[in-house]
């Protein structure tokens, strides 16, 4: 579903990723891990095209993402994104939120669009929140309401960039809920995380990515109770 | 001996009696006021218009810092326009630019003072739409909108409540900078207040009304800003 073939990327004269492939198939929930700075967050960009990649190719099915004749809008209405510091608008309700892009891009109407985001809205236990703005919110809803806005869309595959590390420990729980429920509903998943329980339980495969590269990959009951690499030992031991 | 004592016992109300209401001379102040408004009203919609322009030149500046060319004439103009005195701007566009044209003095001064604001105004813009965190830009990017209809319906609205403060301040320094255009022979407010001091031979109540002018407007522009701006502010944030 998703192809990466020698992906680089530079800022500047610092290189970030030095040569990443790997291929995502449908239904795959990937949990990429590693210590800060280590690329995960830019490689998860990369994806979307949010950063450039300076070489390489990322396909996306039929599609080569970075390519030079590529509509990148229509590519990213397929890949939903979930941010670390959510990233709601701030000047729209909730409900507006959510049905902004489906509507503005007429892939539903109004009514349509209403329909579907409060029957989202309804999966996360926030349907009273609909006419509420995000400043009203805690961390946990809005991330939760972020995620929402993003299924809108009806994406094939969600990217998740530390959906969790700007939330206060006690809402950590409801995110990773409905994150868990996502995936039982065989959505394709990427997620860049630190939550070792949450890799431990849903992923398909879990990565560490450190320098820029992928230095281990393998399934959760491996990747933690064998880890090969001498820097994912050192890693696992911190973290554990 | 009696006229000595005469005038010295002129009292301060026959004094502002003759500055301002002795031959209807409260006329001419509003005559003045008249000016002032109109450069003031014109060139601040001229300026808000080149304004707007001059910020989205100079944010087509590419990511890496580089210049494109709208940022690059962009900067140039923001940095000539601020590295100069106002009234030099108005006195080159009346006495070379516009010396030939058939404008009046005061399109002259509505255009120089528009030209003026607009490179302040731009940099208010561009400051407030990159104070709009850039996460707004990437949420809206990432569901598929375009840039520009990110900007549309995200980052402009927010970026108004930034914008919003300083451009009432540009609005008002605008107001005060007109005072120059006496320079190029144009009878605003403070022109007035000036030439009816030389009269009557006694400025100081002349320059008093007009500085009292000059405040009570200011001062009802910056309630009905305020007003604006809480306005703004509720219905973001409720």
Known sequence: ?240 | MTATILLASTSLSERFYNAFIEADRWKLYLDGLVVTLEITLFAAILGVLIGLVIAFMQLSRRKNGKHSIFSLLATIYVDVIRGTPSVLQLMIMYFVIFSASPFSGTVIAIISFGVNSGAYVSEIIRAGILAVDSGQMEAGRSLGLTRATTMRKIVIPQAVKNILPPLGNEFIVLMKETAIVGYVALQDLTRVANLIGSRTYDAFPPLIIAAVVYFIIIKILTILLGKLERRLRKSDNR
């Open chain 1, 1 to 240: 579903m998703i192809t990466v073939k020698d992906l680089h990327k530079s800022f500047g004269d610092l290189q970030v990723l030095k040569g990443i492939n790997y291929e995502v198939d449908k239904g795959q929930k990937i949990v990429i891990v590693g210590p800060s700075g280590s690329g995960k967050s830019t490689f998860l960009r990369c994806l979307n095209l949010l950063e450039i990649p300076t070489s390489g190719e990322v396909w996306f099915e039929d599609v080569q993402v970075n390519g030079k004749k590529t509509d990148i809008n229509k590519v990213r209405r397929n890949m939903g994104m979930v941010f670390q510091h959510f990233n709601l608008f701030n000047n729209l309700s909730i409900i507006d939120n959510i049905t902004l892009a489906p509507v503005t891009l007429k892939l539903q109407s109004k009514e349509e669009a209403k329909e579907n985001a409060l029957a989202l809205l309804r999966r996360v236990n926030l349907e009273e929140k609909a006419d509420a703005y995000p400043a009203q919110l805690s961390g946990g809803q809005k991330q939760r309401i972020a995620i929402v806005r993003s299924l809108a869309m009806q994406p094939k595959v969600m990217l998740f960039d530390e959906p969790t590390s700007a939330l206060d420990p006690e809402m950590v729980g409801e995110v990773l809920d409905v994150m868990k429920e996502l995936a039982e509903s065989g959505m394709t998943m990427i997620v860049v995380t630190h939550e070792m329980g949450f890799a431990r339980e849903v992923a398909s495969k879990v990565l560490f990515m450190d320098e820029g590269l992928i230095l281990e990959e393998n399934t959760p009951e491996q990747f933690f109770a064998k880890p090969e690499n001498p820097r994912l030992q050192d890693f696992l031991s911190k973290v554990l």
